[in-house]
């Protein structure tokens, strides 16, 4: 799949419009491949499969996933640039874009939800990053916004907690603090955030809610964000949570590999 028509019919010693007329007839189209995540190796298809498999015969038998908090984090650049299509003469020279500055200002989103919307969310200071006592201490304040927001599932203690597998949020420090917060935890294969709903939901539509902002301010980031957060009604949330099973069975049916959205 990877040659190109003039190297197959060198191989086969004939034109190459010959070549590309049967792929044609064939069905075939050139396509440029597709960017994924991380090389699967076998163990890793194999580990995407078995989770997978459990957590979709789980939710038959005991359905949680109303009870799912799930979170991640996401750099937010000051400087989201786009690259707009203008009108040109023919000959004449088009309108230029400078890309953004790849050491500009930007700021750690991370962010905690649920079926129903927003459960937490904080920006880090300028430039800060995630390490397992920042995340321990979010944790915190997350299971104080679950008491506030979501009382209901502290009081059966039924809260059901997905992350994926950053070094900070399996680092024992963190498990300790998932111990004492009595969350039942989700597990999330390797290499996976075409399983995350953050990634494939969340934070697709925000980027997308991005695209030509330029920030002046953390203050102006938090405010798009909260912003962004409350336009997105019920069913949004909704949406990105309960794709989850569809997902799970899309994985077993393709033996492992990535869902290419």
Not at 76 to 83: A, E, G, M
Not at 201 to 206: G, S
Not at 235 to 253: D, H, N, P
């Amino acid at each position: 799949p990877c040659h190109t028509t003039r190297e197959i019919a060198e191989t086969l010693n004939i034109h190459h419009s010959s070549i590309h007329g049967h792929l044609k007839k064939l069905g075939y189209v050139s396509n440029l491949d597709n960017w994924v995540p991380h090389e699967l190796k076998e163990v890793h298809l194999t580990a995407r499969i078995n989770i997978c498999d459990m957590l979709i015969k789980r939710e038959e038998n005991d359905p949680f996933l109303k009870r799912l908090i799930t979170g991640d984090e996401k750099w937010i650049v000051y400087n989201n640039v786009v690259c707009k299509r203008s009108w040109s003469r023919r000959d004449g020279t088009p309108q230029t874009t400078s890309k953004a500055d790849i050491h500009q200002r930007k700021v750690m989103l991370s962010v905690w939800w649920d079926f129903k919307g927003v459960v937490f969310f904080e920006l880090l200071s300028s430039n800060q990053t995630i390490n397992s006592n920042v995340y321990c201490q979010q944790l915190d304040s997350l299971n104080e916004s679950i008491i506030q927001k979501r009382p209901e599932l502290i009081n059966r203690k039924d809260v059901v907690f997905h992350h994926v597998n950053a070094r900070p949020h399996t680092s024992l420090i963190t498990r300790q603090k998932l111990l004492e917060l009595g969350w039942d935890v989700l597990p999330h294969p390797p290499y996976s955030p075409d399983l995350a709903p953050s990634d494939f939901h969340l934070f697709r539509a925000l980027q997308n809610s991005l695209r030509g902002i330029t920030f002046n301010s953390d203050e102006a980031v938090n405010q798009h964000l909260v912003q962004f957060f409350a336009d997105k009604d019920r069913s949004f949330y909704e949406r990105g949570i309960m794709k989850l099973t569809e997902r799970w069975q899309k994985i077993i049916e393709q033996n492992g590999q990535y869902i290419i959205d």
